[in-house]
């Protein structure tokens, strides 16, 4: 049983001979130029977040003075090793679970790859996976088929909500694995994770949740999801990135192997040198969400409505998605008649997204808004807005002033 994260705290002190010592403030040629994003209005929170101001100083000792790998055994490396142990049993109680069911990763998308490519030496060959995962999960599944595995995609309904009834019958024998997201990073959906695994369980397969755009959004606690593998990422939350995790509960441990070789550390599931300053930058990222998850819930969520109340006033304008179980940041809108790579490009200093994956030559719909139902041109014509901790009102009236304005030019010009 690890130590309560309070009680690490209290015990942790840095000696004297760590700390990161003052430095005089250098005026450089171009410090007079304005090289800030001040200009910009950001709605692409899912996409990635600044790093919390107070994050950065619980990493900075750990980029200076203290940088001593972990894994040494000189007295040096043990007082690092204390700082990263504390973390990671941080973050394991904030996911209510304890640190030895934690393997650090550089993202959510290696601790997929970890969750999914373990399982190659498994008898059963077997995995299903919902249509509208993330990209991570479905090209890992694809590789998977390369190595004599059997695929199974579920569809959902047009709220992007799986068939669990269908899920109980895809399910068989030999089902190794159930991926299910817990929310859809482009609609902000949250999926029924608990019902999916409780279903996943009655044929003794694994389930994994990719947690990436829940964990430091909502509560999330891994034995009340019923869930075997939980995968997330630090640069969701106000963390650093490259810095990411994986849960392993104890079924799955039976079962998974690792993919990546090294010295041995993090008890042979991951080899090579943590990263350090990540990981102490996760764990201070997490605390502070959580510390603060009912207040931005209440004001990011009240600025989300007041800005998907003013896009769905355009003619013709709809939501994909839910409008029930998702999260408060997201909403995903289509503006027919207009193009989505249009809108982006004509919004310029205010950052939105598109479920598109675009390029100079061909533009693609969303694979999330395709398994919906949604007709081609309608997914080419949605656009994702995410909030978070610093936007503010102003913003969204500028945003909604500038969309419904683009629009109507897109649609007189088209």
């Known amino acids: 049983m690890y130590r309560s994260v309070s ?19 250098v005026k450089r040629p171009d410090d007079d130029m304005d090289n800030s994003n001040s200009n ?17 100083q619980e990493m900075l000792p750990f980029f ?5 790998n972990p894994s040494g055994a000189h007295l040096f490396s ?5 700082a990263v142990e504390q973390a990671t049993a941080e973050i394991a109680y904030a996911l209510g679970t304890h640190a030895g069911n934690i393997v650090h990763t550089s993202g959510a998308t290696e601790a997929i790859n970890l969750a999914i490519q373990g399982l190659q030496f498994s008898p059963r060959k077997h995995i299903v996976s919902i249509a509208t995962e993330h990209k991570a999960v479905l090209e890992t599944c694809a590789f998977m088929e390369l190595l004599g595995f059997e695929i199974s995609y579920l569809a959902v309904d047009e709220q992007g909500i799986p068939d669990l009834a269908l899920l109980a019958e895809t399910i ?65 939350f106000y963390g650093p990135k490259g810095a990411g995790g994986l849960f392993i509960g104890e079924q799955a441990k039976n ?17 090579g040198t943590l990263n350090t300053t990540g990981i102490i930058g996760m764990a ?56 989505s790579e249009q809108l982006i490009m004509g919004l310029g200093t205010i950052s939105v997204a598109s479920g598109s994956a675009c390029s100079a030559l ?18 080419l014509s949605s656009i994702r807005f995410s909030l978070g901790r610093s936007t503010t009102e102003a913003e969204i009236d500028q945003t909604a002033r500038r969309v419904k304005q683009l629009v109507q030019k897109l649609r007189n010009t088209n």
């Not at 009655?202 to 909502?218: E, F, H, I, N, S």
């Open 40 to 56: 910009f209005i950001y709605l692409d929170y899912n996409a990635t977040t600044p790093v919390d101001e107070r994050v950065l």
């Open 255 to 271: 079962v998974l192997s690792p993919i990546m070789q090294g010295g041995g550390q993090q008890q042979g599931w991951r080899g």
């Open 362 to 379: 061909t533009s693609r719909p969303s694979h999330v808004l395709k398994a919906m139902g949604r007709a081609d041109l309608d997914a």
């Open 284 to 339: 201070a990222a997490l605390r502070i969400a959580q510390k603060e998850l009912n207040a931005e819930q209440q004001k990011i969520g009240r600025l989300r409505d007041l800005l998907e109340n003013e896009l769905l006033s355009i003619d013709g304008a709809f939501r994909n998605g839910s409008s029930i179980h998702r999260l408060y940041n997201t909403t995903n809108i289509c503006f027919p008649g207009a193009l």
């Open 7 to 25: 009680l690490l705290r209290s015990n942790y002190r840095q000696p004297a001979w760590m700390a990161v010592p003052q430095q005089k403030s």
């Open 172 to 236: 068989r024998e030999d089902t190794a694995l159930v991926c299910s997201m817990l929310v859809n990073n482009e609609t902000g959906l949250i999926l029924p994770i608990r019902e999916i695994a409780e279903i996943a369980h009655r044929q003794q397969a694994l389930v994994l949740c990719d947690a990436t755009q829940a964990v430091g959004k909502m509560p999330v606690h891994t034995g009340e999801l019923g869930v075997d593998l939980l995968a997330f990422s630090a640069h969701k």
């Open 64 to 68: 200076g003075s203290s940088y001593a």
């Open 78 to 82: 043990l007082t690092v090793q204390d």
